[in-house]
Nanobody, 126 residues
Framework: QVQLVESGGGLVQAGDSLRLSCLFSGRTFSWYAWFRQAPGKDREFVGSRSWSELFTYYADSLEGRFTISIDAAKDTMYLQMDNLQPEDTAVYFC?????????????????????WGQGTQVTVSS
């Protein structure tokens, strides 16, 4: 049974850092990603990383502050978030994709992923 479980969310102040974790079990995947959803907004792409670690993509507005990594030995993906701002407040979801693809633009879409975690809340106060 495939499971993705996020953890590490919480309440922080503007300028702080936070690291989210996504423990995946059941099997390995070709691609892993983070998305986020703020209240009243659609779920948006944060970043994705291939299992091979050859490719990593980020939302343009987040590159430089957010970093995705994978620890294969621990079956865990991380999202390091630095210099957090109130607009980063959202529920953060991890996702995984079974098959590889050369159409990397699909990896920025929710429909590009097969499995999702339940989400973890990140709240940034000003």
């Amino acid at each position: 049974q495939v499971q993705l479980v996020e953890s590490g969310g919480g309440l922080v102040q503007a300028g702080d850092s936070l690291r989210l974790s996504c423990l995946f079990s059941g099997r390995t995947f070709s691609w892993y990603a983070w998305f986020r959803q703020a209240p009243g907004k659609d779920r948006e792409f944060v970043g994705s990383r291939s299992w091979s670690e050859l490719f990593t993509y980020y939302a343009d507005s987040l590159e430089g502050r957010f970093t995705i990594s994978i620890d294969a030995a621990k079956d865990t993906m991380y999202l390091q978030m630095d210099n957090l701002q109130p607009e980063d407040t959202a529920v953060y979801f991890c996702a995984s994709r079974l098959s590889d693809t050369s159409l990397h633009h699909l990896l920025r879409e929710k429909s590009g992923y097969d499995f999702w975690g339940q989400g973890t809340q990140v709240t940034v106060s000003s």
